[in-house]
């Protein structure tokens, strides 16, 4: 069972995360990694939500929201995610965790685009009195609160599909944890040599992109 104050939490974690994204901050807590992780922590076992936050996080690893770019928009999401998987447990709840995830995250992020647009007309409404000129202070609060909405509304839209998802359908998944993992790395895997190819260059950048990784991931294992 779920406590509603466990609810309440990972609603407000989902919507902090969306506002990070882009509207405030941009401290990186939108990060699929650090929302599973918390969210995790927040229904008491972190293990899942860093297992859950690190699949998502290779998946989504080289997309980043910066500009006029469009990317499906996994913060939000992988609350909804982790939820699924503390909820149904095993590799059935592991992978109805990631398709949560990873479907929610493309819709979270046509609801990205739809709010650029309608942070375009409330910023044009706000500049067209008589003189053109208004203050800014106004619009852009109006432009955080709607954010702020759509992201508790995403949240609340993983929340509901995590909780809804029967334990039946976990219990058909055949596979293993551990075939579970490792089927769903694979995705992980491709943008994983789609980022080394765009940013490690060849040659020696390439070595020592690939030691830095090495070396980070032997700290997370013995951490």
């Known amino acids: 069972m779920i406590e509603p104050a466990s609810i309440a939490l990972l609603a407000l974690l989902g919507t902090w995360s969306a506002l990070d994204g882009t509207a405030v901050g941009q401290f990186l807590i939108a990060r699929p990694l650090v929302v ?36 499906p928009e996994p913060g939000p999401p992988a609350v909804g995610a982790t939820l699924a ?13 990631l398709a949560v995830g990873v479907v929610l995250a493309v819709v979270a992020g046509r ?6 647009h309608l942070n375009g007309r409330i910023v044009a409404k706000s500049y067209a009195g008589p003189d053109g000129r208004r203050g800014s202070a106004a619009p852009h609060w109006t432009c955080i609160g709607a954010d702020a909405l ?22 058909a998944w055949t596979l293993s944890m551990p075939a579970t ?9 491709v943008s994983g040599g789609a980022l080394l190819r ?12 690939l030691v830095g990784c090495a070396g980070g991931l032997a700290l997370a294992v013995i951490g």
């Open 111 to 116: 609801t990205v685009v739809a709010l650029r």
């Open 36 to 71: 599973a992780t918390v969210a995790g922590a927040i229904l008491g076992d972190v293990q899942a939500g860093l297992l859950v936050g690190m699949l998502l996080e290779g998946v989504y690893i080289g997309d980043i929201p910066a500009g006029g770019a469009r990317f």
């Open 85 to 97: 998987f503390v909820r149904l447990g095993g590799g059935g709840g592991l992978a109805l965790g």
């Open 150 to 171: 759509r992201g508790l509304v995403v949240s609340l839209l993983g929340i509901g599909l995590a909780l809804g998802i029967p334990q039946e359908l976990a219990r």
């Open 198 to 209: 765009a940013w490690a260059g060849s040659g020696r950048r390439r070595l020592l992109f």
């Open 181 to 189: 993992s490792g089927l769903l790395a694979l995705p992980a895997l």
